[in-house]
């Protein structure tokens, strides 16, 4: 991970239209944008925007599996949870990184997370009602995490492509020990079987929203696509997630919640149901629900934490006085 710049580069005018076709000279041609490079305005702030949603995703996205920290059914289950936890955090904070890289400072990002004015990913205003619901978000959740950042390790901005190299590796074992636990409650008794069933039920749909809106809704999608941020379409990225998890769904015996779901021999794709888009707005605009409750818990945190931040400063302050009289 590059060292994160404070302030960015001066900017040369935007919308300098030799520089701005250098820029997409250099793109076309498969080169990696890095800190220091001249990019357009435009470029910085939705990478910005969307990077920052992604890192705020994953610091959101330890509360709902945190919740169950304390309820894991055995030592083991309980420590390969809390290390995936952990290296949620791991993720947000190598994005935060990635994000100051392009001049914005993470306290920031963190004011506009907690006060509701910054999106993060809709799955996690869901809440976890069952053990079954461990298995389903690492199988679905951390599974249409892959199939997305598999895809973005190959995006154009340099920290953000090889921040998601990392992060996907790490989400390949938080899948394996998500589909683990599956196979063994579709293995168990009627109600371990019940369970697991019921977790299926409350999470296909919401997994399928991650992806984003339909392409012909997505309104970022074209410059994204255009300035290789994003190398699949919304649209493309789903029906990946969709085909790869059938077949997955099939091996262990358990049924998605789709009565249109069919293998369309022609495209060799799994088709399936129209998604319930009114639901998606209702949770992307904060009435999802767990909205109120994950930005509280956030917070909260946040609240707990400043002796934390103030120690740290105070520390720093001290060795810096220090290394002065030295
Ligand atoms: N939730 O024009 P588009 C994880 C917003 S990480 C909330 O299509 P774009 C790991 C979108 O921001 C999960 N908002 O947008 C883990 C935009 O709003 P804006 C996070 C959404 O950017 C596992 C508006 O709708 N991953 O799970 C969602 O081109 C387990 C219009 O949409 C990433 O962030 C949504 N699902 O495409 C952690 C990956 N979808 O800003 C813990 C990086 C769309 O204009 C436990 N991000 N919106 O007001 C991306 O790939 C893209 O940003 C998309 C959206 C595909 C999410």
């Given at each position: 991970m590059a060292t994160p710049a404070k302030t960015p580069p001066p900017a040369p005018p935007a919308?300098?239209?030799?520089?701005?076709?250098?820029f997409e000279a250099r793109i076309a041609a498969g080169e990696s944008i890095e800190p220091k490079d001249w990019m357009p305005a435009r470029y910085r702030k939705q990478l910005t925007r969307m990077m920052a949603q992604h890192a705020h995703s994953e610091i959101v996205g330890m509360l709902p599996e945190g919740n169950w920290i304390t309820r894991a059914p055995t030592l083991r289950r309980k420590m390969s949870l809390i290390a995936k936890v952990q290296d949620e955090a791991g993720h947000g904070l190598y994005i935060y990184c990635g994000t100051e890289t392009l001049g914005v400072e993470r306290d920031e990002l963190v004011e506009q997370l907690?006060?509701?004015?910054?999106?993060?990913?809709?799955?996690?205003?869901?809440?976890?009602?069952?053990?079954?619901?461990?298995?389903?978000?690492?199988?679905?959740?951390?599974?249409?995490?892959?199939?997305?950042?598999?895809?973005l390790a190959k995006a154009s901005y340099g920290p953000y492509a090889r921040a998601m190299v990392r992060i996907c590796k790490e989400e390949n074992f938080h899948k394996r020990q998500g589909y683990e636990i599956c196979a063994t409650l579709a293995k168990g008794t009627p109600a371990q079987r019940a369970m697991l069933q019921d977790?299926?039920?409350?999470?296909?749909?919401?997994?399928?929203?991650?992806?984003?809106?339909?392409?012909?809704?997505?309104p970022n999608s074209a410059e994204l696509l255009r300035w290789r941020v994003k190398r699949k379409t919304n649209d493309e990225l789903r029906q990946r997630f969709v085909n790869l998890t059938v077949?997955?769904?099939?091996?262990i015996g358990v049924t998605l919640p789709d009565p249109d779901l069919r293998f369309n021999e022609e495209t060799k794709n799994w088709e399936f149901g129209e998604i319930d888009w009114a639901e998606f707005r209702?949770?992307?605009?904060?009435?999802?629900?767990?909205?109120?409750?994950?930005?509280?818990a956030r917070n909260a945190a946040h609240a707990e934490g400043?002796?934390?931040?103030?120690?740290?400063?105070?520390?720093a302050a001290k060795r810096h006085r220090t290394t002065e009289a030295a």
């Open positions: 919308d300098d239209p030799a520089l701005v076709a250098a907690h006060d509701g004015r910054a999106k993060y990913s809709s799955i996690f205003n869901y809440p976890t009602l069952s053990w079954a619901d461990m298995g389903v978000i690492g199988w679905f959740v951390d599974g249409a995490a892959i199939v997305n950042q598999t895809v977790a299926i039920d409350r999470f296909w749909w919401p997994s399928l929203m991650m992806f984003g809106p339909s392409d012909k809704d997505s077949p997955q769904a099939q091996a209702e949770v992307i605009s904060g009435n999802g629900p767990c909205n109120r409750e994950r930005l509280a400043a002796w934390v931040r103030e120690a740290a400063l105070a520390h």
